[in-house]
């Protein structure tokens, strides 16, 4: 009796979500850049599943627990054959037929008064044989604005070594190509705990990642640590320093449970979607684990814990997409201190983790990506300033490695040049 009145609740919660969710198309346009743009009209920020395939070519892009206005099947012009959208269930399904392969965007959601734009693109591209997207990382640089975070040795604040890090690796991600970073913040300004993992949604990310540094009343504890999430700590450190997290965050723990009406409601989700969920905690260990493998190879970042950590830390709790809290180290202890405050022990940082991120998704080729199938090098564009040995330390790999795979010996290399870098 008690099994059928939870799934009675869970029910009536689900069809609470779908009645108020409606889905309209709003419009399509041609942009000046080429890419044609789709827009649609729903009540709120939503669960969105999108993927293309192939033979006819297509995109499908569902809503969850949501309803469809009106039934859509609208002719269009090349590349696109019509747009059509139909009720699956508690689902909108929203279609693209197309008469070739197209590079497409994730569609991401935009918060307005009283609704939300759900808005996806494609782009033709001649030399395309299949449909194909760039890979969504989501880069969180921890504190900033008004909330400082650790006050380290040095006098170096803990906002501003994580963003320093976050555009290291945002640079990394950005000039490879397939890969498409957004920052959750870019400069110096205060973002709440909730939008965070929140905005990594409405951006369409495909793993987020929280950047961090600590502090501690010892100074001689040190080293870097990754986390995943999880109600129950899984050490007095983990147990920690989600508390602090709270502590510090006063107006996050006072809105648990109050959320906005557009807002997607994470915890609620963690129950309706049991099998997402399970999924996304075992990706996000993985993602973990091989940033892990790379902290350890760097000779100049010692790791506080050898294996990843669990931790209830806010930011990590979408239900759905693989998010990992990286630790770099100890503000408090001098050394750390000082290998963050300089570039070197930041671009490490940043090199580990863009490593375990490229690793993760050998293992776990997302489709309809550059690395689906799995490919043997990356493509980089050299940026003004760029030299090779640079690139090298960036990517992890030796300047002879660099020169030989891109037959480069006795040659300048210029920006815009595309070279590829074997990793």
């Not at 080293?223 to 602090?244: D, H, M, P, R």
Request: glycine fraction near 4%.
């Amino acid at each position: 009796m008690k099994k059928l009145i939870i799934l009675s609740c869970l029910f009536f919660i689900s069809l609470d979500s779908y009645s108020s969710n409606l889905v309209e198309f709003s419009s399509i346009k041609e942009l000046p850049t080429g890419e044609i743009r789709i827009t649609f009209k729903i009540s709120k920020v939503s669960l969105i599943n999108s993927y293309a395939l192939d033979e006819p070519s297509r995109i499908v892009i569902d809503v969850k627990d949501s309803e469809l206005k009106e039934a859509l099947d609208s002719r269009q012009n090349y590349p696109i054959k019509k747009i059509r959208a139909s009720q699956d269930g508690t689902t909108a399904r929203i279609v693209l037929d197309l008469y070739e392969s197209v590079y497409w965007k994730k569609p991401w959601q935009i918060e307005k008064n009283d609704h939300v734009l759900l808005i996806f693109e494609i782009k033709k591209d001649n030399e395309l044989k299949k449909n194909i997207r760039d890979i969504i990382v989501a880069i969180d640089a921890g504190h900033g604005g008004k909330d400082p975070g650790a006050i380290g040795k040095l006098n170096i604040l803990e906002k501003d070594i994580t963003l320093l890090i976050a555009k290291e690796l945002e640079r990394t991600l950005r000039d490879t190509k397939g890969y498409k970073p957004i920052m959750i913040r870019g400069d110096d300004s205060f973002v709440d705990l909730n939008d965070r993992y929140q905005n990594a949604r409405k951006f369409g990310a495909d793993i987020f990642v929280s950047i961090h540094a600590d502090a501690f009343r010892l100074s001689s504890v040190k080293g870097a640590s990754v986390f995943v999430w999880s109600e129950e700590a899984s050490s007095i450190t983990a147990e920690n320093l989600s508390k602090k997290e709270l502590a510090n965050n006063p107006e996050v723990k006072a809105k648990i449970g109050k959320l906005d009406v557009n807002d997607f409601d994470e915890d609620a989700a963690r129950t309706l979607y049991q099998l997402v969920y399970e999924a996304k905690i075992e990706n996000s260990v993985l993602l973990g684990n091989k940033i892990l493998e790379k902290l350890r190879l760097d000779p100049y970042t010692k790791l506080h814990k050898k294996n990843v950590e669990f931790a209830d830390f806010r930011v990590l709790k979408s239900i759905d997409i693989p998010s990992v809290l990286v630790e770099s180290g100890f503000l408090s202890n001098p050394e750390d201190a000082a290998r963050l405050k300089g570039k070197p022990g930041r671009r490490m940082i940043a090199r580990s983790i863009f490593l375990g991120i490229h690793n993760y998704f050998k293992e776990k080729p997302k489709p309809n990506t550059f690395m689906d199938p799995v490919q043997s090098s990356v493509e980089y564009t050299i940026q003004k300033g760029d030299v090779i040995s640079e690139i090298a330390i960036r990517f992890g790999v030796t300047v002879d490695e660099i020169i030989d795979l891109n037959n480069l010996r006795g040659k300048s290399i210029y920006p815009g040049q595309k070279i590829n870098i074997a990793i």
